[in-house]
């Protein structure tokens, strides 16, 4: 199928199948699982998971490769496809109650980070999630505290699950080619939360509003949140800028506001 990327979309289509061999090895794919793709575009990936013995949900927003997948797979009894926006899908209708689900894809830029926002109100039905993101995207999810990448996106990521860097995949591998580079995560929702928070809402909001003043110290940036005193009462020191708290430092913070 010829194919014009749609710039709307995000479209770069995955194309090196050097690439597609080494993600297919990387996943490790188990007997009767079940899985999901998001954006699975000409089926560069769909057609080798389809190849072993798992159930695959494909979710597509482009019509015109809704029809194209649908012709191409739908004789096969593991493939259902979902003509809808991974934004606001509702995961939890394809999930098995009782068995986890994996996930994949090679996201759009333009809604990859909102986009995991939503993958991660279902972390206690997922297994674990590999995506293709842009290379700086990748390295924010998996920054530790005191790097300049590491805010608020690795804060809530790492909330929810454990995140690895894989490989890195050159523009050269895709159609149209990224004027970025891009690479492979792993997202791996932890089993039990090392560090649970009394209200998830109030750690975004703490987490939001440390960020969205990075250059201000603690003190000063969640004055209306937490008082110096209390910051020093968690062994947290109020002279800290937001890059330097831990996880665990946020979730203090959120579980104090929050009585």
Not at 60 to 71: A, F, K, P, Q
Request: proline share 5%; glycine share 6%.
């Amino acid at each position: 199928m010829k194919h014009q990327a749609r710039k709307r979309f995000g479209q770069n289509f995955l194309q090196d199948h050097r690439i597609i061999a080494d993600i297919i090895d990387y996943i490790q794919l188990g007997e009767g699982e079940h899985w999901v793709e998001i954006g699975p575009g000409l089926g560069a990936l769909t057609e080798p998971l389809l190849g072993h013995d798992i159930t695959l949900d494909v979710v597509e927003l482009d019509r015109d490769l809704v029809s194209y997948l649908t012709g191409r797979f739908s004789h096969l009894q593991n493939f259902n496809i979902h003509a809808a926006d991974a934004l606001a899908f509702d995961f939890s209708t394809i999930m098995n109650q009782g068995k986890k689900t994996r996930i994949i894809g090679n996201l759009p830029y333009n809604i990859s980070t909102p986009l995991i926002f939503h993958l991660l109100s279902y972390a206690d039905q997922i297994s674990d999630m590999h995506f293709m993101l842009q290379k700086e995207v990748v390295n924010r999810l998996c920054a530790e505290p005191g790097s300049k990448a590491y805010g608020r996106l690795s804060v809530m990521v790492h909330y929810h699950c454990s995140a690895g860097l894989l490989f890195e995949v050159p523009p050269e591998s895709f159609d149209p080619a990224p004027k970025v580079d891009s690479a492979i995560v792993r997202l791996q929702p932890h089993d039990t939360l090392p560090y649970p928070v009394e209200n998830i809402d109030t750690l975004n909001k703490v987490v939001s509003q440390a960020f969205s003043q990075r250059r201000k110290t603690i003190r000063n940036s969640l004055r209306d949140i937490i008082t110096e005193h209390s910051l020093e009462n968690l062994g947290i020191d109020p002279g800290l800028r937001a890059e330097s708290l831990s996880l665990q430092n946020f979730v203090d913070i959120s579980n104090i506001h929050k009585r």
